[in-house]
């Protein structure tokens, strides 16, 4: 099921990776494995630069829609620093910025 739903957020529809996020957390809080889990994400955004340009930011904005934000930005910070991919590393931390430079003007 957990492999399914991570794929389902390549859905280009908005509500689609929405409503597979909101699963995506209720299976964790059962689970108890929210690093794995954002670890994978990471991960399939990593493989794709386009992707995670185009869809990143909402993944993200819509995971700490359902999940503080205080938990998820520590455990991205812990994903990125051990990150050995230097040129997703620093996209990755462009597209927070630039996604904190559009929350801040709204």
């Not at 996209?91 to 996604?99: A, C, H, K, T």
Request: some cysteine; aromatic content about 6%; overall charge negative.
């Amino acid at each position: 099921l957990r492999g399914a739903l991570l794929d389902t957020l390549k859905e280009e529809n908005d509500d689609v990776i929405d409503c597979d996020l909101k699963v995506l957390v209720k299976y964790v809080e059962c689970s108890k494995d929210l690093l794995s889990l954002i670890g994978e994400i990471v991960e399939m955004l990593e493989k794709d630069d386009s992707y995670m340009e185009e869809r990143g930011c909402l993944i993200l904005r819509t995971l700490c829609k359902y999940m503080k934000a205080e938990v998820i930005f520590p455990l991205l910070a812990t994903i990125i620093m051990r990150c050995k991919n230097l040129h997703f590393s620093v996209m990755f931390i462009q597209m927070l910025r630039s996604e904190e430079r559009r929350v801040g003007k709204e």
